[in-house]
């Protein structure tokens, strides 16, 4: 099966050897996003709010740039490093998606690049697309 590399400058670069995003048939698999801003490439820190919605920002970038949405999307990771977080994540997640809900899965993990609180990686499901 083909695997086609999603990129775009509308997200933050890959700060190693992946990618942003791998399409296969008719699933994609978006790398986890933290809340770096594309253009400084630094991490949104003001709130924990202001950088959990810069992760959303940088996962719809990707998602857009494979000609999808968050709508499409059918699974979630979220990393946090306090788990304490969680009903802020909840809040924001519930803005971002309509039921039926994406399966999600909480880590709570000791750190995260860049001195980031969140993580968010995500599975994207098209029906009907091909490589």
């Given amino acids: 099966m083909d695997r086609i590399a999603i990129s775009t400058d509308k997200a933050p670069a890959?700060?190693?050897a992946y990618s942003q995003g791998?399409?296969?048939g008719e699933i994609i698999f978006l790398s986890g996003q933290i809340g770096l801003?594309?253009?400084t490439m630094e991490l949104q820190?003001?709130?924990f709010e202001s950088e959990i919605r810069q992760v959303f920002?940088?996962?719809e970038s990707v998602c857009h740039a494979c000609g999808s949405s968050l709508s499409s999307v059918v699974k979630t990771i979220v990393f946090l490093t306090d788990l304490g977080l969680f009903d802020e994540v909840n809040g924001v997640f519930m803005?971002?998606?309509t039921p039926p809900f994406p399966a999600?899965?909480?880590v709570g993990v000791n750190e995260l690049p860049r001195g980031a609180r969140v993580e968010i990686e995500a599975i994207l499901s098209i029906p009907?697309?091909?490589n």
């Fill in 14 to 16: 890959a700060i190693g």
């Fill in 22 to 24: 791998i399409k296969t």
């Fill in 37 to 39: 801003n594309p253009a």
């Fill in 45 to 47: 820190t003001d709130t």
């Fill in 57 to 59: 920002r940088n996962l």
């Fill in 95 to 97: 803005e971002k998606f």
């Fill in 104 to 106: 999600r899965s909480v």
């Fill in 128 to 130: 009907g697309a091909s």
